[in-house]
Protein backbone atom coordinates (compact mmCIF):
# COMPACT_ATOMS: atom_id res chain seq x y z
CA UNK A 1 0.00 0.00 0.00
CA UNK A 2 1.11 3.34 -1.36
CA UNK A 3 2.29 6.24 1.36
CA UNK A 4 -0.09 9.20 0.73
CA UNK A 5 1.71 12.30 0.28
CA UNK A 6 -0.01 14.80 2.23
CA UNK A 7 -1.17 17.93 0.07
CA UNK A 8 1.01 20.66 0.19
CA UNK A 9 -1.17 23.59 -0.83
CA UNK A 10 -3.15 22.08 2.37
CA UNK A 11 -0.23 21.52 4.65
CA UNK A 12 1.07 25.50 4.49
CA UNK A 13 -2.71 26.99 4.61
CA UNK A 14 -3.18 24.91 7.78
CA UNK A 15 0.35 26.33 9.02
CA UNK A 16 -0.27 30.04 7.77
CA UNK A 17 -3.77 30.00 9.63
CA UNK A 18 -2.04 28.75 12.95
CA UNK A 19 0.60 31.08 12.37
CA UNK A 20 -1.52 33.97 12.12
CA UNK A 21 -3.58 32.45 15.37
CA UNK A 22 -0.58 32.83 17.24
CA UNK A 23 0.62 35.97 16.07
CA UNK A 24 -2.43 37.96 17.31
CA UNK A 25 -2.94 35.85 20.60
CA UNK A 26 0.84 37.05 21.30
CA UNK A 27 -0.47 40.31 20.68
CA UNK A 28 -2.92 40.00 23.15
CA UNK A 29 -5.65 40.83 20.11
CA UNK A 30 -8.64 39.02 18.53
CA UNK A 31 -7.56 38.08 15.49
CA UNK A 32 -10.02 39.87 12.24
CA UNK A 33 -11.80 36.71 11.20
CA UNK A 34 -12.66 38.01 7.81
CA UNK A 35 -9.22 39.52 7.09
CA UNK A 36 -7.91 36.25 8.53
CA UNK A 37 -9.44 33.87 5.66
CA UNK A 38 -8.84 36.46 2.85
CA UNK A 39 -4.71 36.34 3.85
CA UNK A 40 -5.36 32.09 3.76
CA UNK A 41 -7.20 32.20 0.57
CA UNK A 42 -4.55 34.80 -0.75
CA UNK A 43 -1.82 32.21 0.37
CA UNK A 44 -3.76 29.39 -1.43
CA UNK A 45 -3.95 31.59 -4.76
CA UNK A 46 -0.04 32.01 -5.02
CA UNK A 47 0.72 28.76 -3.43
CA UNK A 48 -1.38 27.09 -6.71
CA UNK A 49 0.24 29.55 -8.88
CA UNK A 50 3.60 27.73 -8.30
CA UNK A 51 5.01 24.47 -10.12
CA UNK A 52 4.22 21.50 -7.96
CA UNK A 53 8.01 20.95 -7.27
CA UNK A 54 8.25 24.56 -6.12
CA UNK A 55 4.95 23.97 -4.08
CA UNK A 56 6.44 20.55 -2.46
CA UNK A 57 9.88 22.81 -1.58
CA UNK A 58 7.81 25.02 0.66
CA UNK A 59 6.59 22.72 3.00
CA UNK A 60 10.17 22.40 3.80
CA UNK A 61 11.88 25.30 2.95
CA UNK A 62 11.49 28.01 6.47
CA UNK A 63 12.68 30.93 4.51
CA UNK A 64 10.68 30.84 1.19
CA UNK A 65 7.76 29.52 2.90
CA UNK A 66 7.89 32.54 5.16
CA UNK A 67 8.38 34.67 1.84
CA UNK A 68 5.19 33.62 0.97
CA UNK A 69 3.30 33.70 4.44
CA UNK A 70 4.12 37.29 4.41
CA UNK A 71 3.42 37.66 1.60
CA UNK A 72 0.12 36.63 1.74
CA UNK A 73 -0.42 39.00 4.99
CA UNK A 74 0.61 42.14 3.21
CA UNK A 75 -1.37 41.07 -0.78
CA UNK A 76 -4.18 40.20 1.79
CA UNK A 77 -4.55 43.70 3.72
CA UNK A 78 -4.05 41.92 6.50
CA UNK A 79 -1.38 44.38 7.73
CA UNK A 80 -4.17 47.27 7.82
CA UNK A 81 -6.13 45.60 10.47
CA UNK A 82 -5.59 46.56 13.85
CA UNK A 83 -2.73 49.02 12.41
CA UNK A 84 -2.23 51.81 14.63
CA UNK A 85 -2.83 49.43 17.76
CA UNK A 86 0.00 47.28 16.34
CA UNK A 87 2.48 50.23 15.48
CA UNK A 88 1.68 51.34 18.84
CA UNK A 89 3.00 47.84 20.98
CA UNK A 90 5.65 47.56 18.03
CA UNK A 91 6.57 51.32 19.05
CA UNK A 92 6.22 49.96 22.97
CA UNK A 93 8.30 47.18 22.65
CA UNK A 94 5.07 45.31 23.85
CA UNK A 95 4.69 42.77 21.01
CA UNK A 96 4.76 40.23 23.36
CA UNK A 97 6.93 36.59 23.10
CA UNK A 98 6.77 36.50 18.96
CA UNK A 99 8.68 33.77 16.81
CA UNK A 100 11.49 35.48 15.32
CA UNK A 101 9.27 34.16 11.44
CA UNK A 102 6.69 36.77 12.67
CA UNK A 103 9.01 39.50 12.41
CA UNK A 104 8.01 39.78 8.97
CA UNK A 105 4.90 40.66 9.65
CA UNK A 106 5.22 43.31 12.53
CA UNK A 107 7.39 45.00 9.71
CA UNK A 108 4.43 45.37 7.60
CA UNK A 109 2.43 47.41 9.89
CA UNK A 110 5.59 49.83 10.22
CA UNK A 111 6.27 49.60 6.39
Not at 1 to 18: G, K, N, Y
Not at 79 to 89: C, D, F, N, S, Y
Amino acid sequence: MAESVPDPVETLRAEFREQLNLFYARLRLAAPYHSVEKAVAQLVLNVKALPAEARQRLVSEGAAKWQQFQRAFTESGLHQKHRGIIAGLIRSGKTGALPPEHEGFLKAFTA
